[in-house]
């Protein structure tokens, strides 16, 4: 079965263009998880969603940023304007609603933004 | 709030050699998780815990669960080089355990 999958894996842009980065879960998980990763923060939850409903947003760290889930394989995540210091790995990661705790990762989308 | 404290921040080994690490809450936790992380890929699960005093095996890896529920360790034995990559350990938030709270990593060189 294949993995989490991401879209784009790198994306470079300037200050104030809209960024949107895409994710497609492992099929059959219904829960499915947005997060950030910086050097000084680590790995920071943004949003995550149930049976495509977002369940908790605290996380996101401003207007900014939001986040949508239209259907069970596929999420997608904007940032508008972008900003440098949204500069990061993104990453999506998928797990089951059996109760375990395991979330499976996709390969991150590196983002950059001048 | 619930904090992960991992030691040591990194470390650099020669092939061949036992590497032990730690992961230490103010907190209580009723699960461990040991992720890797390889360079320019997203963290994989390795070892889950849920049971205090519990030892677990994955191949050369080793992880247990404190008996305090406060800390647990990773062991990997006879390091090569594709251990490189970073080291977290994640525990479910307490208020909701589909929140993960995750320690800021273990990186790991090793040279050949």
């Known amino acids: 079965d294949a993995g989490v999958i991401q879209s784009p894996r790198h994306e470079v842009t300037e200050m104030g263009q809209e960024v949107t980065l895409r994710c497609k879960p492992i099929s059959g998980h219904d829960y499915l998880f947005w997060y950030r990763q910086t050097m000084m923060r680590g790995l920071e939850l943004l949003i995550y969603?149930?049976?495509?409903?977002?369940?908790?947003d605290s996380g996101m760290p401003e207007d900014r940023f939001s986040a949508k889930m239209p259907n069970a394989s596929f999420s997608t995540l904007k940032i508008q304007p972008s900003e440098p210091r949204d500069s990061a790995v993104y990453f999506c990661?998928?797990?089951?609603?059996?109760?375990?705790?395991?979330?499976?990762f996709g390969p991150g989308t590196r983002l950059l933004v001048l | 709030g619930q904090q992960l404290n991992q030691s040591p921040q990194s470390m650099f080994i020669q092939e061949g050699e036992d590497v032990s690490m730690n992961c230490t809450s103010s907190s209580i936790f009723n699960t461990w998780l040991w992720y890797k992380q390889d360079p320019g890929e997203g963290p994989v699960l390795l070892i889950a815990l849920y049971k205090a005093g519990e030892l677990t095996s994955n191949g050369r890896l080793t992880a247990q669960f404190g008996i305090t529920r406060k800390d647990s360790f990773l062991n990997i034995s006879a390091s090569i080089p594709s251990d490189v990559g970073i080291y977290f350990c994640?525990?479910?938030?307490?208020?909701?355990?589909?929140?993960?709270?995750w320690g800021l990593g273990t990186s790991l060189a090793v040279n050949p």
């Open positions: 969603f149930n049976n495509n409903v977002p369940i908790d």
């Open positions: 994640a525990g479910p938030n307490a208020g909701n355990n589909r929140k993960l709270i």
């Open positions: 990661a998928s797990s089951l609603g059996t109760g375990t705790e395991t979330q499976y």
